[in-house]
């Protein structure tokens, strides 16, 4: 009969420590979806500032009601964060935030530097002020374009070197002048080791084509650099789920008579996909039928759903001709008045169109159901269309995670 070996009875089990969570700055927040992705990461807040109010008070209706993890966060500081104070922040493991990207925005008056909105100048000045053991700041695309492409490399520096600071009076260019020669001085030694990545969303499982620049940057002592996390998701993998095995439509129960036409040399791209043996290792993009499914139709079932609500008025023109059921929508977007036409609406298969829901716009940006949205329809539309998607937050702070707690 098998006895077990007495050492091992007697010996006691290996104690097993369990990681600290780490503690982090939020900064610019809106309505969350940044700090929410961190959250899921076991990242506590110790501060989450933001100056507009309706997306404060979304925070505060959240914490009210209890809904996690926001139930867990300080109370939101709003208020300009040129007036925050990093005294009691030495050191922090993360500052994490994204400067508002109305400057560089391609629906945007494109002000970049030049427009007050720009923020980044207080992302730097957190970085100096608090030394964060990391950092995560991220924005649009348009800030990637040729135009500003010396104002990128502006941000970078500055990153890279935050004690080196303007001086009085100097102009953005002579003191990008003179970051470039300190960085090319030998001997020259990084303050912070930073990393950048334009990533669409929809690669990472989001429902939505949304381009966004992130800029990752460790410490120097941390001897740490960060490296994007690999794509998860592509269009090729839908093409083949939806028009080689059809398993889309199968699995949502769509009729060949109320599918879309097929795409003209579908089949040449199917030859090849499959020739090539692709996407054994990625999953099809997620659809906007994929995210709205399961809810029921706002106009023929009103208010069965939390902020589900059907909103009239929808209309397409030129350039804007809202997001085909079948593939991931188009990026949600913020105007200066609330929806910008177009942009948030749903194109039904039949060529009729209707405005997203906040439920919906909250799905595609991969807000948690629980979520709870404060304001008029236009002001949480504004909210929603300025926020980082939770799950591509969470794939972001998840492979920045890793490396601090390593």
């Known amino acids: 009969m098998y006895k077990q070996p007495l050492t091992s009875a007697l010996q006691e089990p290996p104690l097993v420590l369990a990681p600290r969570p780490l503690e982090s700055i939020e900064l610019f927040a809106g309505a969350g ?15 989450v500032v933001e100056w507009n109010t309706h997306a404060c008070n979304t925070i505060r209706h959240n914490k009210q009601h209890q809904v996690a993890p926001i139930s867990h966060w300080p109370d939101v ?3 300009d964060v040129k007036h925050f104070k990093y005294d009691a922040f030495d050191g922090i493991d993360l500052i994490t935030g994204g400067p508002p990207c109305q400057p560089f925005s ?3 008056k494109h002000g970049g530097f030049l427009d007050e909105r720009d923020m980044f100048p207080q992302a730097v000045r957190a970085v100096r002020e608090a030394r964060p053991r990391a950092f995560v700041f991220e924005n649009v695309q348009g800030l990637t374009r040729a135009a500003f492409a010396d104002y990128f490399d502006y941000i970078l520096l500055q990153l890279e070197f ?17 970051l470039r020669k300190w960085k090319n001085k030998p001997g020259a030694v990084s303050e912070y080791r930073v990393t950048f990545k334009l990533v669409n969303a929809a690669n990472y499982g989001v429902p939505q084509k949304r381009m966004r620049v992130f800029f990752v940057g460790f410490r120097a002592d941390q001897d740490k650099l960060w490296t994007p996390p690999a794509e998860t998701h592509s269009a090729d993998a839908l093409l083949l789920s939806q028009w080689a095995s ?8 769509v009729a060949t008579r109320h599918r879309p036409p097929r795409p003209e040399g579908v089949e040449k ?10 996407g054994a290792n990625l999953l099809a993009w997620k659809t906007v039928r994929d995210a709205i499914c399961d809810l029921p139709d706002p106009e023929r079932h009103p208010n069965k759903v ?4 059907f909103q009239p008025g929808a209309r397409a023109y030129v350039g804007h001709t809202g997001s085909p059921l079948d593939e991931p929508a188009k990026a949600l977007k913020a105007g200066d008045h609330g929806v910008p036409g177009g942009e948030n609406m749903l194109r039904r298969t039949d060529g009729s169109m209707r405005y997203f829901t906040v439920r919906e716009s909250a799905r595609i940006q991969t807000f ?23 799950r591509l937050a969470s794939v972001i702070a998840e492979s920045v995670c890793e490396l601090l707690r390593k």
């Not at 791209?269 to 692709?278: E, P």
């Not at 949205?373 to 929603?384: A, I, K």
């Open 368 to 390: 948690p159901d629980t979520f709870l949205f404060e304001g008029t329809w236009s002001e949480v539309m504004r909210q929603l269309g300025n926020a980082v998607p939770v």
């Open 269 to 278: 791209k199917i030859r090849t996909l499959v020739d090539a043996d692709y």
């Open 77 to 79: 500081t709003e208020g």
């Open 33 to 47: 979806g940044l700090a929410l992705g961190f959250s899921s990461n076991d990242v506590r807040h110790r501060a």
């Open 162 to 178: 935050p004690s080196l600071t303007a001086k009085p009076k100097e102009q953005w260019g002579d003191h990008l002048a003179r």
């Open 106 to 108: 391609m629906g945007g």
């Open 246 to 253: 059809g398993e889309y439509w199968e699995r949502h129960k």
């Open 306 to 309: 939390q902020a589900h609500r």
